[in-house]
């Protein structure tokens, strides 16, 4: 495995902190152009009784704040949890909206100064975008995605009167319709707002297959690439001329930590255990029990693998001990031989002065080596 799976949320988060990545995404995705981005926190506890809300990305891009969250596994909570995340990016807009004082009111003809008191400019309040990264779900659609937001509900009546009644005629169609441009374009007390705020569902199998050659298209195919628990670096050499994708590339690499490490394989375990498992009638059966067995399977894994690591340690520890023997052992045989050499000279000196070998040995030197001496003089 040559690059982590850019679907998982942990690398997705990894990736999708650097500010140039997410603004190149962005700018493919939407097909805009960005010329500031700002980072935003992740996590937020909205109540004192709700679980924390944790976004994978979330920024605010000139004047609209934009949440992406990956969807690796189908859950029947999809649509409701991704909706409370959408509303929460607007709800957590009150922690900036600015405060105003209210204004004075027209009462009998007379204008009266409102009471003393202030509230939040609502006014500031700016559209939200959340897209969802779907990676195997693609509930139910071809499309490449799907663009929710609030429009006038006349709009869905009118289209399903023309898709079920036959007999209407195109001048009355038109007629309608032109009727319905009229409330679209209705901009009174700024309710085109409530069009702008989008919520999106994005298939990376369906973008894949329908292969449109949009600019977004590479992403998706980039990702799916590092599904692959083989992935070689040649299968992303096509990339390599890109810088935005290079450094995707560099943040990808296994060589990381080895926490990242143990999560490269639980990910790879787990969908290797679910990626054939069928959808059916909006259920996907023994997804606990295979989640489960995963993780029961990806703890002995890890035990094998400390436990492998811990002998391979001890092994090195062995190694570097006998390894400091030896060589202390080369060291303090040198320094003997030194010091031998040095008394082999002494003594030759000694006797070149004629002393006698019994006035040698009283002067501490061993008879052995002062016959080894006289032979080397002879």
Same mark, same amino acid.
């Given at each position: 495995?040559?690059?982590?799976?850019?679907?998982?949320?942990?690398?997705?988060?990894?990736?999708?902190?650097?500010?140039? %990545?997410?603004?190149?995404?962005?700018?493919?995705?939407?097909?805009?152009?960005?010329?500031?981005?700002?980072?935003?926190?992740?996590?937020?506890?909205?109540?004192?009784?709700?679980?924390?809300?944790?976004?994978?990305?979330?920024?605010?891009?000139?004047?609209?704040?934009?949440?992406?969250?990956?969807?690796?596994?189908?859950?029947?909570?999809?649509?409701?949890?991704?909706?409370?995340?959408?509303?929460?990016?607007?709800?957590?807009?009150?922690?900036?909206?600015?405060?105003?004082?209210?204004?004075?009111?027209?009462?009998? *003809?007379?204008?009266?100064?409102?009471?003393?008191?202030?509230?939040?400019?609502?006014?500031?309040?700016?559209? $939200?975008?959340? @897209?969802?990264?779907?990676?195997?779900?693609?509930?139910?659609?071809?499309?490449?995605?799907? $663009?929710?937001?609030?429009?006038?509900?006349? &709009?869905?009546?009118?289209?399903?009167?023309?898709?079920?009644?036959?007999?209407?005629?195109?001048?009355?169609?038109?007629?309608?319709?032109? *009727?319905?441009?009229?409330?679209?374009?209705?901009?009174?007390?700024?309710?085109?707002?409530? *069009?702008?705020?989008?919520?999106?569902?994005?298939?990376?199998?369906?973008?894949?297959?329908?292969?449109? @050659?949009?600019?977004?298209?590479?992403?998706?195919?980039?990702?799916?690439?590092?599904?692959?628990?083989?992935?070689?670096?040649?299968?992303?050499?096509?990339?390599?001329?890109?810088?935005?994708?290079?450094?995707? %590339?560099?943040?990808?690499?296994?060589?990381?930590?080895?926490?990242?490490?143990?999560?490269?394989?639980?990910?790879?375990?787990?969908?290797?255990?679910?990626?054939?498992?069928?959808?059916?009638?909006?259920? @996907?059966? *023994?997804?606990?029990?295979?989640?489960?067995?995963?993780?029961?399977?990806?703890?002995?894994?890890?035990?094998?693998?400390?436990?492998?690591?811990?002998?391979?340690?001890?092994?090195?520890?062995?190694?570097?001990?006998?390894?400091?023997?030896?060589?202390?052992?080369?060291?303090?045989?040198?320094?003997? &031989?030194?010091?031998?050499?040095?008394?082999?000279?002494?003594?030759?000196?000694?006797?070149?002065?004629?002393?006698? %070998?019994?006035?040698? %040995?009283?002067?501490?030197?061993?008879?052995?080596?002062?016959?080894?001496?006289?032979?080397?003089?002879?």
């Amino acid at each position: 495995m040559y690059l982590a799976p850019l679907n998982y949320d942990r690398f997705f988060k990894k990736i999708f902190s650097d500010t140039q %990545i997410s603004k190149r995404f962005l700018e493919d995705f939407f097909d805009i152009e960005i010329t500031e981005i700002e980072h935003l926190k992740l996590d937020y506890k909205l109540t004192d009784d709700a679980n924390v809300v944790r976004f994978d990305f979330r920024c605010k891009i000139e004047g609209r704040y934009v949440i992406i969250d990956m969807q690796q596994w189908y859950k029947q909570d999809i649509v409701q949890r991704f909706y409370l995340y959408h509303a929460a990016n607007t709800v957590l807009q009150l922690e900036h909206l600015s405060t105003r004082s209210e204004a004075f009111r027209l009462v009998g *003809g007379k204008k009266v100064a409102p009471p003393e008191r202030t509230s939040k400019n609502y006014r500031e309040i700016e559209p $939200v975008i959340t @897209l969802i990264w779907m990676v195997h779900d693609k509930l139910g659609y071809e499309e490449d995605y799907i $663009v929710y937001r609030k429009l006038p509900s006349q &709009l869905e009546t009118f289209v399903r009167k023309v898709g079920t009644n036959k007999s209407l005629s195109l001048d009355a169609i038109q007629e309608e319709a032109n *009727g319905l441009v009229d409330l679209l374009d209705n901009n009174t007390r700024n309710l085109s707002f409530l *069009g702008k705020n989008k919520l999106i569902f994005a298939f990376q199998g369906n973008i894949i297959r329908n292969n449109k @050659l949009e600019k977004y298209q590479r992403w998706f195919e980039f990702a799916a690439k590092t599904l692959n628990k083989n992935n070689e670096e040649s299968d992303f050499s096509e990339y390599l001329e890109d810088k935005v994708f290079e450094e995707m %590339i560099r943040r990808l690499k296994q060589e990381t930590t080895k926490q990242d490490a143990n999560m490269y394989l639980y990910f790879y375990h787990l969908w290797e255990d679910i990626k054939d498992v069928n959808y059916e009638d909006g259920k @996907l059966e *023994g997804i606990r029990e295979t989640e489960e067995k995963a993780k029961k399977e990806m703890e002995e894994m890890l035990k094998a693998e400390q436990l492998k690591a811990k002998k391979q340690m001890e092994e090195i520890r062995k190694a570097e001990q006998l390894k400091a023997k030896k060589e202390m052992e080369e060291i303090r045989k040198a320094e003997q &031989l030194k010091a031998q050499e040095a008394n082999k000279q002494m003594i030759r000196r000694m006797l070149d002065m004629n002393y006698s %070998i019994e006035q040698i %040995i009283a002067l501490g030197f061993e008879r052995s080596l002062i016959e080894i001496v006289q032979k080397e003089k002879k």
